[in-house]
T-cell receptor
Framework: AQSVTQLDSQVPVFEEAPVELRCNYS??????LFWYVQYPNQGLQLLLK??????LVESINGFEAEFNKSQTSFHLRKPSVHISDTAEYFC????????????FGAGTRLFVKA | GAVVSQHPSRVICKSGTSVKIECRSL??????MFWYRQFPKQSLMLMAT?????????EQGVEKDKFLINHASLTLSTLTVTSAHPEDSSFYIC??????????????FGPGTRLLVL
């Protein structure tokens, strides 16, 4: 069975500092990987995804994540965060052949301080 | 972009009543929709997979008689919480997979429905 581990429940960081949110997964088959962001009392928005090809994927708002198969990781990074990046971030995985069924990590609360 | 709506956004009901939550894909057809439940400060837990024209597939531990799912059309799935109790209070989120989506296509999430059972 697949699982997703987000190693940090909360990450406080000052504005304009770099940040990394860690995600590790386990699966016996090939996977697709996702990062979602959730603002208070809202649904999830897709931030970026890895389906195939280049292991480095980027979002339009400066986030990037790198798929590392040997370490089974998909860490999310941003070189300089803004106050508006404060939100809950979820790493998720779905297995090839799994019919779109997605398992989510526990989430990481990113809190950007002025 | 693909938009998924949920109605209502917030509902308060008395214990013992039933509540229906609608999930609609507004600009695409979805053969598969998912229903999730999220407790405060926790992750999403998949409750069931809803396929148009067939019975929903429930995850282990989810009571199918309590959480009735109907996927009557390619743009609408409903979740009915029957005989709701305070422990059913939660944030319910649906997602939809576009009909023409390639394998591994993105799910599009609704904004969620906050249910409070008194």
């Amino acid at each position: 069975a697949q699982s997703v581990t987000q190693l940090d429940s909360q990450v406080p960081v000052f504005e304009e500092a770099p940040v990394e949110l860690r995600c590790n997964y386990s699966s016996s088959v090939s996977v697709y990987l996702f990062w979602y962001v959730q603002y208070p009392n809202q649904g999830l928005q897709l931030l970026l995804k890895y389906l195939s090809g280049s292991t480095l994927v980027e979002s339009i708002n400066g986030f990037e994540a790198e798929f590392n198969k040997s370490q089974t990781s998909f860490h999310l990074r941003k070189p300089s965060v803004h106050i508006s990046d404060t939100a809950e971030y979820f790493c998720a995985v779905s297995e090839h052949g799994g019919g779109f069924k997605t398992i989510f990590g526990a989430g990481t609360r990113l809190f950007v301080k002025a | 972009g693909a938009v998924v709506s949920q109605h209502p956004s917030r509902v308060i009901c008395k214990s013992g009543t039933s509540v229906k939550i609608e999930c609609r894909s507004l600009d695409f057809q979805a053969t598969t929709m998912f229903w999730y439940r999220q407790f405060p400060k926790q992750s999403l837990m998949l409750m069931a997979t809803s396929n148009e024209g067939s019975k929903a597939t429930y995850e282990q531990g989810v009571e199918k008689d309590k959480f009735l799912i109907n996927h009557a059309s390619l743009t609408l799935s409903t979740l009915t919480v029957t005989s709701a109790h305070p422990e059913d209070s939660s944030f319910y989120i649906c997602s939809a997979v576009p009909r023409q989506g390639a394998f591994g296509e993105t799910q599009y999430f609704g904004p969620g429905t906050r249910l409070l059972v008194l």
